[in-house]
């Protein structure tokens, strides 16, 4: 079977080298050791020595050569529009108050995983909200490398 045993970033490989992709959930992207099946339906081991955070254009190196690389899936997400930069900022504290992931997309909107009763809180505070089916790559966080949810908790003492 192949394996995975290292990841190259995106934008830090060259496409003459892929073999194949993998299409894969944010929390499916969160990964440390497990079999997997490429998109053309190959199995494959990833084992990497720690769990990490795949990225959408990440690549996997294979141990014998070539790259699989990592695609977003598209989910349930909601996309949040704020009429200014302020009410932008504002309604991403509050749903970072929540440690929810968030992602900050190109036009300056806000994405995160479908859930009805953030959507009923940000459309309170002034949004318009879009429910679709859309990659979701959020925001590391300032501890990345701990997981999906930031890395840290709140036991400081």
């Known amino acids: 079977m192949r394996r995975a045993t290292s990841i190259l970033a995106a934008d830090h490989w060259a496409n003459d080298e892929v073999m194949s992709t993998v299409t894969l959930s944010f929390a499916d992207r969160f990964r440390r050791r497990i079999k ?25 190196l294979l141990e014998e050569g070539g790259l699989i690389a990592v695609r ?38 806000l994405r995160i995983t479908y859930d009805h009763v953030l959507q009923h809180l940000v459309e309170g505070l002034g949004a318009k909200t879009v429910r679709k089916h859309a990659a ?17 908790d709140h036991d400081h003492g």
């Open 72 to 109: 977003a899936a598209d989910e349930d997400v909601l996309d949040i529009q704020c009429e200014s930069k302020v009410d932008t900022a504002r309604i991403a504290w509050h749903i970072g108050n929540r440690h929810t992931p968030i992602q900050v997309l190109e036009e300056g909107s």
């Open 136 to 152: 979701f790559s959020p925001e590391p966080g300032a501890y990345a490398g701990g997981g999906p949810h930031g890395g840290h």
């Open 36 to 60: 997997m099946t490429d998109d053309e339906g190959t199995d494959f081991l990833l084992d990497l020595a720690d769990a990490v955070q795949l990225g959408e254009g990440d690549a996997l």
